[in-house]
């Protein structure tokens, strides 16, 4: 069987949650064996010197069986790819290659055209989708969120998308619609990481039974020497479990801005001491008012006790893991948008670091609460306070999270199941397959 | 001795204020600051103005009559004049347009506004239509490039206009901003009675000529043809395209969801000239990803509806035509299949279907005419007005063809030769409205039947296809009037006769 897999941008050129799953799936196929080709989009965000004179898709970097897709003119709009060799070039691409299987991990960059192109080119083939987020419901970035209040949207329609966009009329939104569901309509089936996303996108409209519930593909990271060789932690043997610690991006969603709060409410509410480390990036993309109290709670500005320290140990990469992870006790995610899957959940299961998670979207279907890990009111700072006291004082809490913890499938599972979906073997759409 | 050197000669510190530029002239320094002063002006030339002046009383009113002539447009043939004048004293009766001084005068009388800003600047407690306005058709006699400029109040005083505002325009630049104010100003009292008594006193007529003018200035920039043409199309779709590039690709797409599309062809006419390369662009995407024939006719200006899907239909291979405006599609598969049947089919019919809003809701079964009572009453005359049939209202899901008086021209399916016979869309309408009811109550003179489909569904999101700018509110009025003139005894006794 030969596989194509289609990936929004290369993780080696920009991290993110949806290319980092689509290559280490790449990879676990290779490794399985399996004929898989990689079809990474680049664009022009990224370092333009991979730009050709004349090429819409190049090799990259030498790596055998990895190809980049030159995407210079997406349009954001209508989510089209405006430029009409990219569209030639690709149909080509899919005659050279003769996949039986087409499996595209997203359409920004490539744009809606080329499902259709897939489907037109290749008759035979299975074409699937994974659906990393909402951006085909959502216009406001995917996120869900009302654009005028940051309140939770629950579900898009014309009119509730005009609210959150006023200068875009309604009927905008319908034909928005009806082109990506137009588009969407040529795949065999769709993979969904959480059971969350998969009822999302069946009450948009998307056919159930066309959903399956995969797991992201993840390398176990605390299979690595650095891990299994370390030192013992004080989290291995203090009964005193008092680190939190946040990774992700530094920017408003994340809610980093609700444990700011929940610190000055323990700070005044309970006498423990406590370190709160953040490891992440792209402050850049925050707002102002984000920015700022960031910078007032990692220099010290912002007035805390001695007793809770702050700290910022800046960006990560995933072979950081284990140095990271070594010296906390909980990871914090403590989202205030719909979370689809919450990578950040599985670099906490994989180190047996429970995780302390807001009660939303995938983050509540992953974590099991008082089994695996701690839940709390998306946004709600006093009853993060009220964990914070918890996890630092309570004995056996920490130990019994931390041994209840799932791990991660492993990469091999991974493929397995998405192999099940790609030859039809799969269990009826629906059932979620959490193990993968 | 000259008075004025001897006013100058006995009262030195004037020429300094005339130096100063407080005043110009020595009898202006008399008239308005001497003589109150116990100055005295001496000299036989002077002295009888000055004697005239000083004998004059006091006036009870104001010297001059507050004015402002604010916008002159001009073009060869045309001009127009915008401003304002305290009348209320003395009304104004015309508005002159001279060549020059002893040269051929042409009068008209003034049309009047309602200027809120005029009335605070003078304070004036009761509404009060200030403002005036004309539109000049300058015959030939008068000289390509006409000056003299005045108002002529009813005393018969006469108040030269300023040139200092005069701005030489294009004609459709001129056309444009005279349709804008017209479509934008304010009245006291029904802006659709005046607008009939001003057009049947005589604009009309201008408006026509200028329009018909501007008409002659048409031309395309550029033509695409993108796919495989079928020599024979099934179905000619024919799109008139302004403003809003993206429904293009868009509307192909969606005709897409339902159907092969290698044996129709789409033609869309572009009315904006900034969109062409765009329009260009995505007809290449769209007949490349759909496989279908798509066509782009750029023309040099906004030509209005009628005559863009003239030029379009003029291009059309297929015998079955499909006048269709950007933001309507299909409804579903079936909608699409209604469509195919009927082609070679419409010989003598005209065939509109059930238009949807995009909440599912009904935009159109049809259209009937109405005479509006209350706008008649004011305008004294009768005034239609065109209605869709159950706009608003939820679907029946019925499926029948009736007989409608009228149906809308956002989709309107006909065969080619019946359209020839008729001579197409009435160019006379100003950019758009109306020419699809006029064209509907050709047809029906003629004998034929104009159809309502209900099984014929489509979406039609209305007012969204297209821009809106301020000259379009001038011309729906110009329109309005045009069609009710046009059609009123006929539609009178149709109605009378349903």
């Keep these: ?436 | 001795m000259d008075a004025e050197l001897a006013y100058l000669k006995r009262y030195p510190d004037v020429a300094g204020a005339i130096k100063a530029g407080t005043v110009t002239s020595a009898l202006e320094h008399f008239l308005n600051y001497g003589r109150f002063e116990g100055r005295v002006w001496l000299g036989p030339e002077g002295s009888s103005a000055a004697a005239e002046a000083v004998a004059e009383p006091p006036p009870l009113e104001p010297a001059t009559v507050a004015h402002n002539c604010e916008a002159i447009f001009v073009t060869p043939g045309f001009l127009f004049v915008d401003g304002w004048v305290d009348d209320r004293f003395d009304a104004l009766a015309a508005i002159e347009v001279a060549a020059n001084a002893n040269g051929p005068v042409l009068a008209l009388s003034p049309c009047r506004y309602r200027r809120q800003d005029v009335e605070q600047h003078l304070g004036v407690a009761s509404p009060f239509e200030g403002g005036f306005w004309q539109l000049f058709e300058i015959p030939p006699d008068l000289g390509a490039r006409p000056v003299g400029l005045r108002l002529r109040l009813a005393s018969g005083q006469a108040i030269p206009l300023g040139a200092g505002n005069i701005t030489r325009l294009s004609l459709r630049e001129h056309f444009e901003a005279f349709l804008a104010f017209y479509g934008r100003r304010q009245l006291i009292g029904s802006v659709v009675a005046r607008c009939f008594a001003e057009l049947a006193g005589g604009l009309a007529g201008t408006i026509e000529r200028m329009h018909e003018a501007i008409r002659g200035t048409y031309a395309m920039t550029s033509e695409g043809a993108y796919g495989r043409r079928p020599p024979r199309p099934l179905l000619s779709f024919v799109c008139c395209i302004y403003g809003i590039p993206d429904f293009l690709f868009l509307q192909v797409a969606q005709f897409a969801r339902y159907a092969g599309l290698e044996r129709c062809e789409f033609i869309y006419i572009n009315n904006s000239p900034e969109l062409e390369e765009v329009l260009h662009r995505d007809a290449e995407l769209a007949a490349f990803l759909f496989r279908t024939s798509v066509r782009v006719i750029s023309l040099n200006q906004n030509t209005g509806f009628s005559h863009a899907n003239n030029v379009g239909i003029a291009e059309a291979r297929g015998q079955t035509i499909v006048v269709i405006n950007p933001d309507v599609f299909p409804h579903s598969a079936a909608s699409f299949g209604t469509l195919s049947g009927l082609v070679q089919k419409t010989r003598h019919n005209l065939v509109g279907g059930k238009l949807f809003y995009a909440d599912g809701t009904v935009m159109h079964e049809g259209m009937v005419f109405v005479a509006d009572p209350r706008l008649s009453a004011l305008a004294r005359t009768t005034v239609w007005t065109v209605e869709h049939l159950r706009k608003g209202f939820p679907d029946l899901g019925d499926g029948a063809t009736t007989k409608v008086p009228a149906i809308s021209g956002a989709l309107m399916v006909f065969d080619r030769a019946d359209y020839d016979k008729l001579g197409g869309f009435d160019e006379r309408f100003v950019y758009g409205h109306y020419e699809d009811a006029d064209l509907c109550l050709r047809f029906a003179d003629n004998g034929w039947k104009v159809l309502y489909d209900a099984s014929l569904c489509f979406w039609h999101y209305e007012g969204r296809g297209s821009v809106k700018r301020p000259e379009h509110a001038g011309a729906v009025h110009y329109n309005r009037w045009l069609f009710s003139h046009t059609w009123s005894a006929s539609l009178s006794r149709r109605n009378a006769e349903a």
């Excluded at chain 1, 797991?215 to 932690?233: K, V």
């Excluded at chain 1, 959940?345 to 992953?366: C, K, N, Q, V, Y």
Aim: hydrophobic share 45%.
């Design chain 1, 1 to 436: 069987m030969r596989i194509l897999e289609i990936s929004l941008f290369h993780p080696e050129l920009i991290r993110g949650g949806a290319q980092q799953a689509a290559y280490e799936l790449f990879l676990g196929m290779r490794k399985s064996g399996l004929d898989a080709t990689l079809l990474a989009s680049a664009d022009l965000s990224g370092p333009n010197a991979l730009f050709k004179p004349g090429a819409i898709i190049t090799g990259f970097d030498g790596r055998e069986n990895e190809f980049l897709f030159l995407s210079d003119a997406f349009d954001h709009a209508w989510l089209r790819n405006l430029n009409i060799r990219a569209l030639k070039w690709f149909e080509e691409f899919l005659l050279d290659r003769k996949p039986d299987v087409v499996h595209f991990h997203h359409f920004l960059t490539f744009g809606l055209e080329l499902f259709l192109l897939a489907r037109r080119t290749l008759p035979k083939a299975k074409l699937f989708l994974t659906l990393h987020e909402f951006l085909a419901i959502c216009r406001a970035d995917g996120h869900m969120l009302r654009t005028f209040d940051k309140t939770l949207c629950t579900g898009a329609s014309p009119v509730r998308c005009h609210q959150c966009f006023p200068d875009i009329t309604p009927e905008m939104f319908r034909l928005r619609e009806d082109w990506i569901k137009q588009a969407f309509a040529v795949f065999d089936g769709f993979i969904a990481p959480t059971a969350f996303v998969r009822d999302r996108y069946a009450a948009w409209g998307l056919p159930p039974r066309k959903i399956h519930v995969i797991s992201n593909a993840q390398t176990d990271y605390a299979t690595l020497d650095s891990w299994r060789h370390r030192p013992p932690s004080p989290a291995d043997r203090s009964r005193r479990h008092n680190r939190f610690a946040f990774f992700g991006q530094l920017v408003d969603v994340k809610g980093l801005g609700v444990v700011f709060e929940a610190l000055d409410i323990f700070a005044k509410r309970y006498e423990e001491d406590l370190t709160f480390e953040i490891n992440g990036s792209n402050l850049k993309f925050a707002t102002e008012k984000f920015r700022t109290q960031f910078d007032e709670f990692v220099s010290g500005k912002h007035a805390l006790p001695g007793r809770i320290k702050v700290s910022w140990n800046g960006s990560y990469a995933m072979t950081d893991l284990p140095s990271r992870m070594a010296r906390i006790d909980w990871v914090l995610v403590p989202s205030i948008w719909w979370e689809i899957f919450g990578l950040v959940l599985s670099e906490a299961f994989m180190f047996h670091r429970p995780p302390i998670a807001s009660r939303i979207g995938g983050l509540a279907e992953r974590v099991r609460h008082e089994k695996d890990g701690l839940l709390f009111d998306a946004g709600d700072a006093s009853e993060l306070a009220d964990i914070f006291y918890r996890a630092t004082t309570e004995d056996g809490l920490w130990e019994r999270l931390s041994a209840a913890s799932p791990g991660v499938p492993s990469v091999e599972s991974v493929v397995g199941a998405h192999l099940k979906v790609f030859t039809g073997r799969a269990a009826p759409a629906g059932r979620r397959a959490r193990a993968a």
